[in-house]
């Protein structure tokens, strides 16, 4: 058998990291949002939750603990750092593609029951919901790997240089930031990014998006490749 | 058989200031039990760590089934190493372990792995984070001998296991090899229990090779005699004297090499007792010898450099 679809497999023997979690927060968080939904006056016209996110966010955990947990125990098991990399990521790849598939099927069924028969919104966020179901699906699915990548290169920077590798990481980010930040004032480039960021559409974003998931990933491969159990 | 399935050359490994491996050499042969002896902090873990690429060399090269191992997928396979402070994940109970070792090793018996298992009286269904340290032992022994890969490590396998336990391990390991051979490397430093078992020792010590011998030899490398102090010293002068203790009037000194006929039969005439050094014994004043000369021996078992030094002044 193909050794990245063990790692899958391996990932995959306690259900609960992957799968059981993740209903649990997509359900819970479905539920009481029809809760609130009902308990708010209809008067308020369509009722908004952001309680889609809510999943998201915990696949942020999720990537930090497919790594601590999981790699050193897969090195015991003499797996490459390729192919525990090729296993984690593919399976995480298939879990955001199915809940993403599932947010856009949801957001069709919210809309097309005036949101539950409670005008509430939950999936079918404005913005995205009106652009076509494939838009819809790969804004999801590059939100959810960016959030795991990011989680997981975070556990893989803290893998190899500890504590002060995260630090160096994050503060050579906000130095970017603030510098960028400066820059724009500077130049008095505001009123073009503020131009710019109106014209962003879930399209571009995603976009824009995917390719740093694809920085993140390289990244976190690169950094994983040298890392000790 | 004499297949070598491990070629380290020259392999050196520092952190920072501290050398953990220096200049090693060393060679492994296919079908045999190995033990890799020597104090905590010896670089015996390092050592292991190197050979299953789990950790990366500073210099030098190593070789395992003939080719580097790193990110080799046809050598990694072959190849299991627990390690003593080996992590699991959070949530798994023995028997996650089990089936995620059962997916990687072609040759993983789980019938063997469950018989361990209650012969260990390990709780399957309880989280390996809350397990003994006992226990936590048994899981890796349990993975190590039911995963029958080529190249097996066990790094300080008894670790909080009872005597019976121990026991269990060494004579399931024995049977186990005996059915199907593999090359095991036995890292441990509770040396007389493992003795038994090894074929070919290996004594690290500051991160270098001081002894790498079949056990057989070993065994006949030193000689212990002990009687009175005058006829212990004219018997003894001019050896190599691993190590003297005088108790009132009595001596016993620990002679480096083997007795001839002649000599055992001087001996006797003398009155002296003759007795065999455990390997235990052995490593310790091997060990100490290397650590108190300046910059260690690395002569291997001859000790060549020792010879000239009689003096019991350490």
């Known amino acids: 058998m193909n050794r990245a679809v063990a790692v899958a497999r391996m990932q995959l023997i ?184 109106i014209t962003l559409t879930p399209l571009s974003l995603g976009t824009l998006a995917f390719a740093f998931v694809l920085i993140l990933g390289i990244a976190a491969f690169t950094t994983l490749r040298r890392a000790t159990p | 058989m004499n297949t070598p399935i491990v070629q380290v050359e020259d392999l050196c490994r520092s952190y920072r200031d501290v050398k953990a491996l220096d200049r090693v050499n060393l060679t492994l042969e296919q079908d045999k039990i190995y033990g890799l002896l020597g104090r905590n902090g010896a670089g015996k873990t390092t050592l292991m760590s190197m050979l299953t690429a789990q950790g990366f060399p500073s210099s030098g090269s190593v070789l395992v089934f003939g080719e580097a191992p790193y990110e080799n997928e046809r050598v990694l396979r072959r190849i299991c190493f627990i ?62 001998l039911a995963s029958r890969a080529e190249l097996t490590f066990f790094d300080e396998p008894y670790l909080g296991l009872d005597a019976v336990a121990r026991q269990l391990f060494y004579d399931r390991l024995l049977a186990d090899y005996s059915e199907f051979p593999r090359t095991i490397v036995l890292s441990s430093h509770l040396i007389d229990e493992v003795a038994n078992l090894l074929e070919h020792v290996i004594i690290i010590d500051n991160g270098r090779i001081i002894v790498d011998d079949d056990a057989e030899n070993i065994r006949g490398q030193a000689i212990n005699v002990a009687g009175t102090a005058a006829r212990v010293e004219a018997f003894t002068a001019g050896r190599t004297i691993l190590h003297r203790e005088q108790l009132g009037a009595l001596q016993s000194v620990t002679l480096d090499g083997a007795l001839s006929t002649a000599e055992r039969r001087e001996a006797q005439e003398l009155g002296l007792e003759i007795g065999s050094v455990s390997l235990q014994q052995y490593v310790i004043r091997k060990t100490l010898d290397a650590g108190l000369s300046p910059g260690g021996t690395h002569q291997g078992t001859q000790g060549a450099d020792s010879k000239n030094r009689t003096g019991v002044a350490r």
Request: aromatic share 18%; hydrophobic share 55%; no cysteine.
């Open chain 2, 83 to 144: 390690r003593e402070s080996q992590k699991y994940p959070d949530d798994f109970k023995p028997m996650h372990a089990f089936k995620s070792a059962a997916l990687f090793y072609k040759n993983w018996d789980n019938d063997l792995a469950l018989s361990l298992a209650q012969d260990f009286q390990l709780p399957m269904k309880r989280r390996i984070k809350k397990l003994s340290r006992g226990q936590l032992s048994a899981v890796g022994v349990i993975i190590g």
């Open chain 1, 14 to 197: 306690n259900k609960w990291t992957f799968l059981g979690i993740p209903a649990v927060i997509i359900g819970g968080s479905f539920l009481f949002s029809l809760v609130i939904f009902a308990l708010i006056p209809s008067s308020v016209g369509v009722k908004y939750s952001g309680a889609g996110q809510a999943v998201m966010w915990y696949f942020f955990g999720l990537g930090i603990q497919s790594l601590t947990l999981s790699f050193p125990f897969s090195q015991g098991l003499s797996v490459s750092r390729r192919n525990f990399f090729l296993g984690t990521v593919g399976l995480f790849t298939v879990l955001a593609s199915a809940i993403s598939a599932l947010y856009v099927v949801s957001g069709i069924v919210e809309k097309a029951t005036n949101g539950w028969g409670l005008q509430g919104r939950m999936f079918a966020i404005s913005w995205v919901a009106d652009r076509s179901w494939f838009v819809q699906w790969f804004f999801y699915f590059v939100l959810m790997m960016f959030l795991f990548l990011l989680g997981f290169w975070a556990a893989t920077v803290y893998k190899r240089w500890q504590a002060t590798g995260v630090l160096v990481m994050s503060l050579s980010f906000a130095v970017l930031v603030v510098a960028a930040i400066a820059l724009i004032t500077w130049q008095g480039w505001w009123p073009a990014v503020g131009a710019w960021l």
